[in-house]
Nanobody
Framework: QVQLVVSGGGLVQAGDSLRLSCAAS????????MGWFRQAPGKEREFVAA????????YYADSMKGRFTVSRDNANKTVYLQMNSLNTEDTAVYYC????????????????WGQGTQVTVSS
């Protein structure tokens, strides 16, 4: 069992940065691929980024490459999403999730989900 608690969302201005955290509980955290997803109002949930067990492999949606960085700290059971150069299209509820293998995580089929945090970017 893995429980995920997401934090760090808020209201920022276009061009600002924000870092989201996903704190996990459970002894098997380090064996899961971790993903970040988001869902904007009226839109389907979309993949943002994912990271492998050790943090050595990272994956990004094309629109996030170069702006977002995913990382993990297995010792503290936390995954991060650093978001830079935010724009209004990044406004959404952001979720973290855990699953295996990586292709199913990227596809949005995950075993565990956090509760989501609202990120609002104003122009």
């Amino acid at each position: 069992q893995v429980q995920l608690v997401v934090s760090g969302g808020g209201l920022v201005q276009a061009g600002d940065s924000l870092r989201l955290s996903c704190a996990a509980s459970g002894r098997t955290f380090s064996t899961y691929f971790m993903g970040w997803f988001r869902q904007a109002p009226g839109k389907e949930r979309e993949f943002v980024a994912a990271i492998g067990w050790t943090g050595g492999s990272t994956y990004y949606a094309d629109s996030m490459k170069g702006r977002f960085t995913v990382s993990r700290d297995n010792a503290n059971k936390t995954v991060y999403l650093q978001m830079n150069s935010l724009n209004t299209e990044d406004t959404a509820v952001y979720y973290c999730a855990a699953g295996r293998p990586i292709r199913t995580v990227i596809g949005g089929t995950c075993d565990y989900w956090g509760q989501g945090t609202q990120v609002t970017v104003s122009s």
